[in-house]
C-alpha cells in the first residue's frame, strides 16, 4: 500500500486529490520517463455525473504498476512510500501520468 495524492481533478474517482477507487492501474510498460506513463484506471467526469456516494476516499491503495523500468516497481505492485498522479483537467488516461517515476 502507497500513500497516493491524485490532482486529476477531471476523474470520477477524485476526490479531495485522493482516490476513492480500492486499487489503481498504472500503465507504461516500456517507460523511461513520467510522461510515458499514464493512470490506466482513469474515467472522466462528465457534466451532471456525480460520484459513487458509496465510495470513499482512500490515502493508501495498491498501485498496480506496469511501468517495469520504474525504480519502485517491485513484480508490477508500486512501493514507493508516496506517489503522486498528475494530469489536471486530463480528459483521457493518456493525459494523465504518475509523476513518481523514477527510471531504474
Known sequence: MTNLVCS????????DHYCCKGKIQVD???????????????????????RNSYETPDKMLEVSCDAVK?????????????????GSGAKKMEQTECATFRLS
Do not use: L
Not at 8 to 15: A, E, F, L
Not at 70 to 86: R, V
Open 8 to 15: 486529476v481533478d477531471t476523474c470520477i474517482h477524485n476526490s
Open 28 to 50: 507504461g510498460e516500456r517507460a523511461e520517463m513520467p510522461s510515458s506513463t499514464c493512470c490506466a484506471s482513469f474515467d472522466e467526469k462528465s457534466k451532471g455525473c456525480c
Open 70 to 86: 520504474c525504480i519502485y516497481n517491485k513484480n508490477q505492485i508500486c512501493t514507493a512510500e508516496k506517489i503522486g498522479i498528475a
